[in-house]
């Protein structure tokens, strides 16, 4: 049902394609707004909406640009920022590659399974052969379709002279199938053709979840991202005005940055006053006055009025790549992290490749010939083939990640929740990680005619502060009085009149330590005080995490006094003042007393932090590249989330290692009877499915982990 | 016996017809967006028109 508008474009006349985020959208509502609002305007062809990416892809002539576009969407009633070409499109392939090797794999299962019954059942002769020829015939391309993703791993693990899961799921799975062949040829009894195939079938199943689940938080989180600067407006020795992307800009410069425009060099200001929101930077979005001489840096975002800045550093000399260089260093220790799967097959692999050799030589030498030993070699390796083993991991990480996510924790991937289980320190960054990062006015003073008056100047103003009393005041129920000419001064305030009066909103006089402004009302003066209030339930979250035994504190790069306050409040240990570098060299000393810290944090200055703790949670609210930098992003004003992660990931490696007994267990009984030579392809096939859905089974159970 | 003849093509033929199925709904983008899918049936038709 997309809504479309028909166009009576000219012939010829060229039709491109946009995507933008749309965080926004919530509902169907949302859906048909945007979808109807966009198809209503002149130039666009049609427009369909993605809820699940929370993305809207527009087609339109090219007499529109981006720019108009977000700024119809914004029109509708939502934000917008342009993608570029879809980001996600890599690992979309991934998952339909690997959807579409199941439904292969599963297709084969069922038709060979069919056959099989009947040859189990005791099929003989001439319909016996050809049900196998039947199976070759299905098996081969099925094997070879659906085994690439295992083979190409495993060809890649073999060149590098290691060995993972993948190795002994291809060998198990070629040699199997060859052997099936063979006896095909040979007009032989039994052919394993369906446990070949059943094994791909059940490990793409676990290979699919786990892609699956690492897809849609990517897209959860890439639609939470930003748009930072990415060119910007420079004026020639003429005076000539020319738009230069980010990565050609060059010390000397002189950049033009319009109200709202996000800066792509760090520079100096020579001409302008203004207000930057530097919560890229720091996390913090009270905005901060900037006025001649003074150096703004890339990534901050004008707030008022334009100016003209002198580049310093741009492209990779900005301090915000400088520190994107220390996360990089940072991330480095994760990357080396193993798996707990490849950590299990370091020991399982080489075990099963011995006992399946071990099998073939003791028969041979106990002159049972070579067809027969092979055949139990390889019905060894067969039912010790990781079928519950590949399963273990992803099964129980799915589960549990959707049950975060349903609690506001996107995890990233199952090695982000391996990590989050080991933690046994936190470190808190204070400004919008321990409090919400959002100025929250005190208004409880205001009498109605103050309440109503000050709703209906803040409200014209996207200001922070501004946006602040909008939000409070509509909570309390307050009608916006009604006011004539309101006006926007950018760095002094709003004014209107209110039945003759002259009425303002206005930068408070006297300095004081908090953040506050005056609403002025002829030439009464009332002050609104602005407080950053702690989450609500930071107390009860930190408790949750020292019952599970981890200790938490905080490391800011705030003032001593306010980083005080927070921590008095809180009962935790603290350290402020801090710069990025800090609280690297304080992690890695962690590290190597052999902690294993949990970072959370916000701002960029906590990035390199985050890729270096061993695992890290940002809040939706952090700057882009903290929430790519870390494991998990939460959602929403609570803090829990961070507490539950940590007490869920810990439940799901619990139940991993519990399908890993189940698996060592299932092959204490199930070696044996395939050494003595016992193990049927009826046997393998029952044994296989049946230790899949036990584990699958108790991996289940952890639906109910995150409540 | 002569029945199998019949029964194992058309088994096969189901499957297959399945399969194709399934490759086509993918391609077509079916799996694109099934949040989505699951709120539009929420939409009305009526105001489509305007």
């Known amino acids: 049902m997309t809504a479309h508008a028909t166009l009576d474009t000219p012939e010829g006349a060229k039709l491109l394609d946009s995507r933008f985020t749309v965080p926004g959208m919530r509902c169907a509502g949302c859906i048909a707004k945007i979808e109807r609002g966009l198809a209503g305007i002149e130039g666009v062809d049609s427009a369909r909406v993605n809820f699940s990416s929370k993305r809207v892809a527009v087609r339109h002539t090219d007499s529109l640009d981006e720019e108009s576009l977000v700024d119809a969407i914004a029109a509708i009633g939502f934000e917008a920022q342009p993608v570029a ?14 959807l579409r090797a199941l439904a292969v794999a599963g297709f084969g299962m069922m038709n060979i399974m069919l056959l099989s019954v009947s040859v189990w059942s005791g099929a003989g002769g001439v319909t016996r052969e050809l049900f196998h020829w039947l199976s070759a015939l299905i098996a081969l391309p099925v094997v070879a379709y659906s085994g690439r993703p295992f083979f190409a791993s495993a060809a890649m693990a073999l060149r590098h002279r ?62 939470l991202l930003s748009r930072m600067g990415k060119s910007a407006a420079v004026l020639d020795e003429g005076g000539n005005r020319r738009v230069v992307s980010a990565e050609d800009l060059e010390p000397g410069m002189l950049m033009l940055v319009a109200a709202g425009d996000a800066l792509a060099a760090d520079g100096d200001i020579e001409e302008g006053e203004t207000a930057l929101d530097n919560s890229m930077l720091t996390g913090e979005s009270a905005p901060h006055p900037a006025t001649v001489g003074d150096t703004i840096y890339a990534g901050a975002i004008n707030l008022g009025n334009p100016v003209r800045v002198r580049v310093t550093a741009a492209a990779s000399d900005t301090a915000i790549a400088e520190i994107a260089r220390l996360m990089d260093e940072a991330g480095q220790s994760r990357s080396s992290y193993v798996r707990i799967a490849d950590r299990a097959s370091r020991l399982y692999a080489p075990a099963v490749h011995s006992l399946a050799l071990m099998a073939f030589a003791g028969w041979m030498i106990a002159g049972a010939g070579w067809h027969q030993s092979l055949v139990i070699a390889i019905a060894v390796l067969i039912i010790t083939c990781p079928c519950a083993m590949g399963l273990a991991v992803p099964a129980a990480q799915v589960v549990a990640s959707g049950a975060l996510a349903k609690k506001g ?23 919008g990680t321990l409090t919400l990062g959002e100025p929250v006015p005190q208004v409880d003073h205001l009498t109605g005619p103050q309440a109503s008056i000050a709703l209906a100047l803040a409200r014209t103003s996207r ?74 339930d930071a107390a009860e979250a930190l408790a949750t995490l020292s019952e599970g035994g981890v200790s938490s504190s905080i490391v800011s790069g705030d003032f001593t006094g306010p980083v005080q306050a927070v921590a008095g409040s809180l009962g935790m240990d603290w350290k402020a003042e801090l710069h990025p570098e800090d609280k690297l060299a304080l992690l890695d000393r962690l590290k190597a007393s052999g902690s294993r810290p949990l970072m959370v944090g916000d701002g960029i200055n906590d990035g390199p932090a985050l890729a270096a703790a061993h695992a890290s949670i ?53 070696v044996p009877l395939a050494l003595a030579g016992l193990v049927t392809p009826l046997i393998a096939a029952i044994a296989m499915s049946l230790s899949s859905v036990v584990v699958v089974g108790n991996s289940l159970r952890l639906a109910k982990a995150a409540q | 016996m002569t029945g199998l003849a019949f029964l194992i093509p058309i088994a096969l033929g189901l499957g297959l017809l399945g399969l194709a199925a399934f490759f086509w709904a993918m391609r077509k983008g079916q799996f694109e967006d099934l949040d989505g899918a699951a709120q539009r049936i929420l939409i009305d038709d009526e105001d489509d028109e305007q």
């Not at chain 1, 924790?409 to 400004?431: H, I, Q």
């Not at chain 1, 129920?477 to 006006?487: H, P, T």
């Not at chain 1, 007490?647 to 189940?662: D, E, G, H, P, S």
């Open chain 1, 85 to 98: 070409d879809n980001p996600l499109a890599k690992d979309d392939r991934e998952v339909k590659l690997l």
């Open chain 1, 162 to 223: 290691r060995t993972n899961m993948d190795v002994p799921i291809s060998i198990g799975v070629l040699l199997a199938t060859a052997l099936s062949v063979y006896e095909t040829f040979a007009g032989g009894g039994h052919a394993y053709f369906d446990s070949a195939v059943m094994l791909l079938f059940f490990l793409l199943a676990g290979r699919t979840l786990d892609a699956t689940m690492r897809n849609k938080t990517r897209a959860g989180i890439g639609s």
């Open chain 1, 409 to 431: 924790l996107l995890v990233k991937d199952g090695s982000a929740l391996e990590r989050l289980s080991e933690v046994d320190v936190a470190l808190f960054d204070k400004t």
């Open chain 1, 463 to 536: 200001h922070p502060l501004s946006r602040g009393i909008t939000k409070a005041l509509e909570q309390c129920g307050v009608q916006a009085a009604k006011l004539a000419d309101v006006r926007e001064e950018s760095g002094k305030g709003l004014t209107g009149l209110f039945e003759g009066a002259r009425v303002a909103l206005a930068r408070p006089e006297t300095g004081s330590a908090n953040i506050a402004t005056s609403l002025m009302i002829g030439g009464e003066r009332t002050q609104i005080l602005f407080e950053d209030p702690i989450r609500p």
């Open chain 1, 618 to 670: 940002a809040p939706g609210g952090a700057s882009d590249v903290s929430q790519q930098a870390s494991d998990a992003v939460f959602l929403g004003s609570g803090l829990m989330p961070v507490a539950l992660a940590v007490r869920v990931a810990r439940k799901t490696m619990q139940i991993v290692r519990q399908n890993f007994a189940f698996a060592i267990i299932y092959n204490v009984f199930a």
